[in-house]
């Protein structure tokens, strides 16, 4: 069979509460994701691999491009969330500290900066920090479902974080940034801790 498969959610969907709700990450994982997937699978006559696809979208058509982009996108994303553990602060690793202080100065700079970006995106989209071929580390941000592999397939995502209204909105409303701030809370850090080893 030639189609696009959701990967399993990590955890349950009440498990990042009381920062993330249940009812948000059923409706984002079964409505959105798996409505991209659904979508994908309908316009796409044959399996190309989702990297090589999102690696070369500029050939395909914009619907092809926003459900590919929200497949991909999702399918990193929670990965990159984790359980929420109230007896943790949820510090990120030393590998990763270390290159968010060279990168940003400090993690709340990182943090901050995050924020800035998530803001600054008008209507939907992602922010994204990436590491670039020459082996530092910024963060950009893409407006829909694009991502930052669409534009330069050289450089490796660390971490990415879901601003459309959809990811908040049931629970925080228009507080973007209240949603920001609390998601540190289950930012899962294994992920760009392991990305970073990878690429030492
Ligand atoms: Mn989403």
Redesign the pocket.
């Known amino acids: 069979m030639n189609i696009y498969l959701p990967i399993e959610l990590p955890y349950s969907y009440s498990a990042l509460e009381p920062y993330i709700d249940k009812k948000t990450m059923y409706v ?1 994982f079964n409505e ?2 798996l409505g991209y997937i659904k979508k994908l699978n309908s316009l796409l006559p044959a399996r190309v691999p989702i990297q090589s696809l999102i690696k070369n979208i500029d050939k395909y058509s914009v619907d092809i491009r926003n459900n590919a982009g ?1 497949y991909f ?2 399918s990193l ?1 929670w990965q990159m969330l984790t359980p929420f553990n109230p007896f943790s602060s949820n510090e990120p690793p030393l590998l990763v500290k270390n290159i968010i202080i060279r990168d940003f100065g400090s993690v709340y700079n990182f943090k901050q900066q995050i924020l800035e970006k998530a803001k600054k995106r008008f209507g939907s989209g992602w922010v994204w920090w990436i590491l670039r071929p020459t082996g530092d580390t910024i963060i950009i941000e893409t407006p829909y479902q694009d991502n930052p592999l669409m534009k330069n397939p050289n450089i490796k995502i660390l971490l990415g974080i ?1 601003v ?1 209204e ?2 908040y909105y049931l629970q925080y409303q228009a507080k973007r940034e209240t949603y920001i701030n609390n998601i540190w809370n289950v930012i899962n850090w294994n992920y760009p801790n392991r990305v970073l080893l990878e690429n030492k």
């Open positions: 984002h959105h994701y929200g996108n999702h994303f879901d459309w959809h990811a």
